[in-house]
Each structure stands twice: as structure tokens, then as C-alpha cells.
């Protein structure tokens, strides 16, 4: 099965300065590539995703990279601020003959603190 | 919308005691999935459903079981309470593949 390994566990950032979360995964058949921020205490919630067939997306201060030769992908965040302060998660599937998120695997989250 | 309900939030049990999780949505997803967060570990999934009547395995199944007898409802019954069940535990739904809609989540100790 599909194996994502993410690193760092922990960042630490200035704010303003930006941060970047990195993650490996294994099954070349994986082609979709969601991230999740879970706030403490709170519950996951997708904050940006992306498709095989496009190597970035970005949605304002937030842009994922993919590089499927490489099977990695990465998190940027610029301009941080304290409100970025979470736990990331990111997960990897392929969406063919999928019915839900059955095939879904999440990495091992990293902890991102931004210091005032 | 509601969106995703997990009752109870807190729950504390003894080595060998029984409790269900309930999970509520009410976005008509078919798609519906629980999952356990461990530190250091991430989410793992434990069952899904695909629609009423349909269920499977996850990742992480022993010692926990589901029915969906209903659309919007996916309980999760713990038979016999260990302590390696200590966990927080995320109920989520989706309609088809993509984004997961997670419920508050529910902390559970066994001592």
C-alpha cells in the first residue's frame, strides 16, 4: 500500500518569514494530493489540494508543489502569521475507481509554530 | 448544515467495557469513515462506508465495529475497550473522492 512520509515534524518560523512542509510518498499510482491544517484542539480541515496533471496550485498566501518523477510534494506558506500556528497534514490516493477516501493515506503531520 | 457530529466528546472506560461513538452528517454523502489519531502517528483509518449497507475495513480495524444502516448515520462500537483504544477518534464524511469533511472528534481514555 501507499506509504507518505512528511517532514519536519516541527517548524518553527518568524513570523513573516515563510515555511515549508515537504512529503514523500510511494505509489506511483497516487494522483491526488490534498493537505489538511488542524488548529488545537480543533478537527482537520483541507486548506488546498492538487491533481497529477499540475505541477502547482496556489490560493493566496498558501501553494502546493508536485513532482511525480521525484513522487514528492511540498507546502509553501508566505508572509506567516500567528493564525498559521497548527498542525499540517498531508495525505496522498489515487482517485481512480475510488468510491470515497478509502485509498486516502495521511503523513505523520507536522507542527508549525510562528513566533511573534 | 450541521455538517459532521460526533457525540460524546470526552468519554473515559474501563479496560474491558463497551461504548459506541455516533457520527451524524447531514450533506447526503455517501462516503462516510472513521478515523483514529494517535500523537506521532497521524490519521489512520479504521472502517468506512460507501453507502448504507456497505462496509469495509481500514487500516486499523481490531477491536472496533461499524453498521450504516442509514445515509447520515455511522456509528462506531468499541466491543471490549483496551487500553491501546486510547485515542482521539474523527468521524468524516465526503461525497465521493476529495475533500473530507471531519466531525469535532472524540477523546477517548480507557483505563
Known amino acids: 500500500g501507499e506509504n507518505v512520509e512528511q517532514h519536519p515534524s516541527t517548524l518553527s518560523v518568524q513570523e513573516g518569514d515563510s515555511a515549508v512542509i515537504k512529503c514523500t510518498y510511494s505509489?506511483?499510482?497516487?494522483?491526488?494530493f490534498p493537505w489538511y491544517k488542524q488548529e488545537l484542539g480543533k478537527r482537520p480541515q483541507l486548506i488546498i489540494d492538487?491533481?497529477?496533471?499540475?505541477g502547482e496550485k496556489k490560493d493566496q498566501r498558501i501553494a502546493v508543489t508536485l513532482n511525480k518523477t521525484a513522487k514528492h510534494f511540498s507546502l509553501h506558506i508566505t508572509e506567516t502569521q500567528p493564525e498559521d500556528s497548527a498542525v499540517y497534514f498531508c495525505?496522498?490516493?489515487?482517485?481512480?475507481?475510488?468510491?470515497?477516501?478509502?485509498?486516502?493515506?495521511f503523513g505523520t503531520g507536522t507542527r508549525l509554530t510562528i513566533i511573534p | 448544515n450541521a455538517g459532521v457530529t460526533q457525540t460524546p466528546k470526552f468519554q473515559v472506560l474501563k479496560t474491558g467495557q463497551s461504548m459506541t461513538l455516533q457520527c451524524a452528517q447531514d450533506?447526503?454523502?455517501?462516503?462516510m469513515s472513521w478515523y483514529r489519531q494517535d500523537p506521532g502517528m497521524g490519521l489512520r483509518l479504521i472502517h468506512y462506508?460507501?453507502?448504507?449497507?456497505?462496509?469495509d475495513q481500514g487500516e486499523v480495524p481490531n477491536g472496533y465495529n461499524v453498521s450504516r444502516s442509514t445515509t447520515e448515520d455511522f456509528p462506531l462500537r468499541l466491543l471490549s475497550a483496551a487500553p491501546s483504544q486510547t485515542s482521539v477518534y474523527f468521524c468524516?464524511?465526503?461525497?465521493?473522492?476529495?475533500?473530507?469533511?471531519f466531525g469535532e472528534g472524540s477523546r477517548l481514555t480507557v483505563l
Open positions: 468524516a464524511s465526503s461525497q465521493g473522492p476529495g475533500e473530507l469533511f
Open positions: 505509489d506511483s499510482a497516487s494522483n491526488y
Open positions: 492538487i491533481r497529477s496533471n499540475v
Open positions: 495525505a496522498a490516493s489515487p482517485l481512480i475507481s475510488n468510491f470515497g477516501n478509502e485509498k486516502l493515506t
Open positions: 450533506m447526503n454523502h455517501e462516503y
Open positions: 462506508s460507501v453507502g448504507a449497507g456497505i462496509t
